[in-house]
């Protein structure tokens, strides 16, 4: 599993992530909720949708291959504006 979301209401909190995008703990944290938090809501209001929806955009910003942070940062912006 690359993440797990616990459910408090209608708010998620990552309680455990494993990059994918060559980047440091922190900074990958980051790249992800700011991506997140952009996305539309999913289809289907349920956890699986949400988790589904996510790491669609995870992988997506993750195929773009950024090297450094800046470029993960352009690449979770590219991925939001679709």
Known sequence: MLYCITYHGRINNVMHLT???GLRPPAHYQLV???TA????PVNDTPEA???RNDAAIDAVAAMLPTNANEAGFAAQCVAAR
């Open 19 to 21: 990059p994918r995008l």
């Open 33 to 35: 909720h700011a991506l």
């Open 50 to 52: 949400l988790l589904a």
């Open 38 to 41: 952009v996305l539309p809501p």
